[in-house]
């Protein structure tokens, strides 16, 4: 059975860091791209970073320069780390992880999420 876990969310002032961490466990996983999204109360989730496992990275362009995606593919874990918190980087963060089914392709898994807020 396939899990993806996010850790690491809490309370931060703004102008503060805060770290994200998230594994994928199953057996005999193969996992492909990684990436953080968020969804703030009322409105869509949206990306934040994603990353492949050749460390290829894309990130949103409110995050550009404050925010780092990086993973540990020995770990299937991928980590957010976040400086320069900004009241508007506050909801909830999930993690996902494109996870090859066996027998037949990847499919995207989702964690339940961790809280993020900043306060001002």
């Known amino acids: 059975q396939v899990q993806v876990v996010e850790s690491g969310g809490g309370l931060v002032q703004a102008g503060g860091s805060l770290g994200l961490s998230c594994a994928a466990s199953g057996s005999s996983l193969s996992v492909s791209t990684m990436g953080w999204y968020r969804q703030a109360p009322g409105k869509q989730r949206e990306l934040v970073a994603t990353?492949?496992?050749?460390?290829?990275?894309n990130y949103a362009d409110s995050v550009k320069g404050r925010f780092t995606i990086s993973r540990d593919n020995a770990k299937n874990t991928v980590y957010l780390q976040m400086n320069s918190l900004k009241p508007e980087d506050a909801g909830v963060y999930y993690c996902?992880?494109?996870?090859?089914?066996?027998?037949?392709?990847?499919?995207?898994?989702w964690g339940r999420g961790t809280q993020v807020t900043v306060s001002s």
């Open positions: 990353i492949t496992t050749g460390g290829y990275t």
């Open positions: 996902n992880a494109d996870i090859m089914v066996p027998g037949k392709s990847y499919y995207t898994f």
